[in-house]
């Protein structure tokens, strides 16, 4: 079964960017759908982007315009670039393969200060 790594977590300031990456553990080049989640403590994780293995994409509208996920297949990672962040941005984001049940990776904190 797929392994899933995100790493890129840090703090930033408001307006500022990061990129998160998902390393798989085996080629996803045969697994369709690649994604991201988020998750503040005490909340329900939240669905932010997902991308198929012809490259579509989906967006939830909260980060529509500012985030951006992609993949490579080459390298068997997945990446979301956020731009413009905000502090409602801070969660731990975890990465997901649709491979063929779903599957999560461990998470990275994402902290976005005011």
């Known amino acids: 079964q797929v392994r899933l790594v995100e790493s890129g977590g840090d703090l930033v300031q408001a307006g500022g960017s990061l990129r998160l990456s998902c390393a798989a553990s085996v080629s996803i080049f045969f697994i369709n759908g690649m994604g991201w989640y988020r998750q503040v403590i005490g909340k329900q994780r939240e669905f932010i982007a997902t991308?198929?293995?012809?490259?579509?994409?989906n967006y939830a509208d909260s980060v529509k315009g500012r985030f951006t996920i992609s993949r490579d297949n080459a390298k068997n990672t997945v990446y979301l670039q956020m731009n413009s962040l905000k502090h409602e941005d801070t969660a731990v984001y975890y990465c997901?393969?649709?491979?063929?049940?779903?599957?999560w990776g461990q998470g990275t904190q994402v902290t976005v200060t005011s």
């Open positions: 997901t393969a649709d491979s063929p049940t779903l599957v």
């Open positions: 991308i198929t293995r012809g490259g579509t994409t």
